[in-house]
């Protein structure tokens, strides 16, 4: 199946630069000019991704995937931002509106469509299966259960939620802010010192099953969930 993919753009140059990188690549593109199109057109069809320019007249890219996140029809919407070089230093807004990936202008359609594939391959994993495995560790999402080879688990709600997270996001750096907004929804009353909590809680409960070493502490920048031994 041809993915669909809409790209949010108002500017026709990279827009259409960008359509013709999908036919490419046999995907199959659709267009909105602005936030307000964009979400007629996912109202009538959910694309497989978007990827949503920053810089939109009216209602800016970075709200209208704050406003997607929100909904339950369309939360589940990989996005890529698009954004332009001077606006890199807001990277840290945009992972709190929960978009999956970040593209930087000007870019080549090689490193676009990897990146699509890429995230379509995360969210896939997280979404469709239902389970996904790392290593010797197995999340169940939908019977919420974690196995460690054939042994089930017994884990904690938070410590599920926070593992649930980095085996969907695996292989990169989640600093402690970042962890808070996505598995404690951002609330202003959970402090930072609780995730370091809630990761040696985690910690202690795949240790037994010797799986304590995917959750890897990266020095003065957060935490990775990695099947790949930290250096
Ligand atoms: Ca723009």
């Given at each position: ?10 500017e ?48 800016s ?27 890199e230093?807001?990277r ?29 391959r ?8 239902g389970?996904?495995a ?6 169940d ?6 196995y ?22 695996p ?30 809680r ?30």
């Amino acid at each position: 199946m041809q993915k669909h993919i809409l790209i949010v753009e108002d500017e026709p140059a990279i827009r259409d630069m960008v359509a013709f990188a999908l036919r490419k690549a046999d995907m199959e593109p659709a267009h909105a000019a602005d936030a307000r199109s964009a979400q007629s057109m996912i109202a009538e069809r959910v694309p497989d991704l978007i990827l949503l320019d920053w810089m939109l007249p009216g209602m800016s890219g970075l709200d209208l995937a704050r406003r997607l996140r929100r909904d339950d029809l369309t939360r589940a919407i990989p996005i890529i931002m698009l954004t332009a070089r001077g606006e890199e230093t807001d990277r840290v807004g945009g992972l709190d509106a929960g978009v999956d990936d970040y593209v930087v202008k000007p870019f080549s359609p090689r490193e676009l469509i990897a990146r699509i594939n890429a995230v379509i391959r995360r969210s896939r994993g997280s979404d469709t299966e239902g389970s996904i495995a790392i290593g010797p560790l197995k999340i169940d999402s939908a019977a919420h259960r974690v196995y460690a080879g054939d042994q089930s688990v017994s884990i904690g709600p938070t410590e599920y939620r926070l593992l649930h997270f980095f085996m969907t996001h695996p292989e990169r750096v989640y600093a402690r802010s970042q962890l808070l907004d996505y598995v404690w929804g951002g609330s202003v009353y959970v402090e930072e010192r609780t995730v370091d909590v809630h990761i040696r809680r985690l910690r202690q409960t795949l240790e037994p099953y010797a799986c304590d070493g995917l959750l890897q502490t990266v020095r003065g920048a957060g935490y990775r969930f990695s099947a790949t031994p930290a250096a």
